[in-house]
């Protein structure tokens, strides 16, 4: 039982580059949400699913865009990245929400 | 606006020392406060959901209390183990446990 896997662990971009950031998870759970985490901010909801198809915005979703194609997979993809994007991302999924939720080890994240 | 507000943000404590760290909320209308812990470099580790006023939940040294205003997090005879920082979480206005505001977290060092 591997949880919530996200890769890669490590990623430096060039400004206006693209990418993928992949979050898998093995639980069957529905809810999953990806966040960002920056100093003195806390994490801050980007997008949130609540099953496979459908999605939508959180906080602060301006540059990024996501897809739930299934219940395992919820991808956030970096459209042109920027160097207010450099951050620790976090990607999480629950069954039901108040169960809690179980989080990936993060993505960091550097745009040069 | 719904805020979560944390305190003290950083607290140290020497081992077997207890104290309490706090966790205040204005959404109102509540539907769960959540507790997590998250060490350096890892994502955040989900420890507790309490649901309504008078509500107390333990784990090993941690016991979690809800108000209608705020959380505390008492932490009994600390050990270093204890060390990490420790974020509370509530869903949004909408109650949307899919959408989780956090605090900015307290960064608890326990000396041996």
């Known amino acids: 039982n591997a949880g919530v896997t996200q890769t890669p662990k490590f990623q430096v971009l060039k400004t206006g580059q693209s990418m993928t950031l992949q979050c898998a998870q093995d639980m069957n759970h529905e809810y999953m949400s990806w966040y960002r985490q920056d100093p003195g901010m806390g994490l801050r909801l980007i997008h949130y699913s609540v099953g496979a198809g459908i999605t939508d915005q959180g906080e602060v979703p301006n540059g990024y865009n996501v897809s739930r194609s299934t219940t395992e997979d919820f991808p956030l993809r970096l459209l042109s990245a920027a160097p207010s994007q450099t951050s620790v991302y976090f990607c999480a999924s629950s069954s039901t929400g108040l169960d809690g939720y179980t989080f990936g080890s993060g993505t960091r994240l550097t745009v040069v | 606006e719904d805020q979560v507000t944390q305190s003290p943000e950083a607290l140290r404590l020497q081992e077997g020392e207890s104290s309490s760290l706090n966790c205040s909320y204005t959404v109102s209308g509540l539907r769960g406060l959540f507790w997590y812990r998250q060490d350096p470099g890892k994502g955040p580790e989900f420890l507790f959901t309490l649901y309504s006023a008078g509500e107390e939940k333990e784990k090993e040294r941690l016991k979690a209390t809800l108000t209608k205003k705020e959380s505390f997090l008492h932490i009994t005879a600390p050990k270093p183990e204890d060390s990490a920082t420790y974020l509370c979480?509530?869903?949004?206005?909408?109650?949307?446990?899919?959408?989780?505001?956090f605090g900015t977290g307290t960064l608890l060092a326990v000396q041996p």
């Open positions: 979480a509530v869903p949004d206005y909408g109650g949307a446990t899919n959408k989780l505001i």
